[in-house]
Nanobody
Framework: QVQLVESGGGLVQAGESLRLSCAASGTIFSIDAMGWFRQAPGKQRELVAHIISDGITDYADTVKGRFTISRDNAKNTVYLQMNSLKPEDTAVYYC??????????????WGQGTQVTVSS
């Protein structure tokens, strides 16, 4: 019912920046929260950052102060600005969204993932 399309990943050197985008499409009544997760090879998927309906944000300790999550509600899009990238940020980054299809039906969706590689 809801599809998420991610873009913006790539290969950069340590200290450089990337901006990830994730656009939600479909019949959506409301989006309550959107977030970014990442998964490195051999490791469990972890929360990077999320933003909820009232604008409150939260970040993993490892990215706090370097990454910024934001939303464009008119476009149903979430962004992740990643500055001062480190090799340990290398992972596949996944977008997640949850909300309502109707007033009484909720949803949760994942994007396909976008690769971020940071060289030393």
């Amino acid at each position: 019912q809801v599809q998420l399309v991610e873009s913006g990943g790539g290969l950069v050197q340590a200290g450089e920046s990337l901006r990830l985008s994730c656009a939600a499409s479909g019949t959506i009544f409301s989006i309550d929260a959107m977030g970014w997760f990442r998964q490195a090879p051999g490791k469990q998927r972890e929360l990077v950052a999320h933003i909820i309906s009232d604008g409150i944000t939260d970040y993993a300790d490892t990215v706090k102060g370097r990454f910024t999550i934001s939303r464009d509600n008119a476009k149903n899009t979430v962004y992740l600005q990643m500055n001062s990238l480190k090799p340990e940020d290398t992972a596949v980054y996944y977008c997640n969204a949850r909300g309502r299809l109707t007033a009484g039906r909720s949803f949760g969706s994942w994007g396909q993932g976008t690769q971020v590689t940071v060289s030393s």
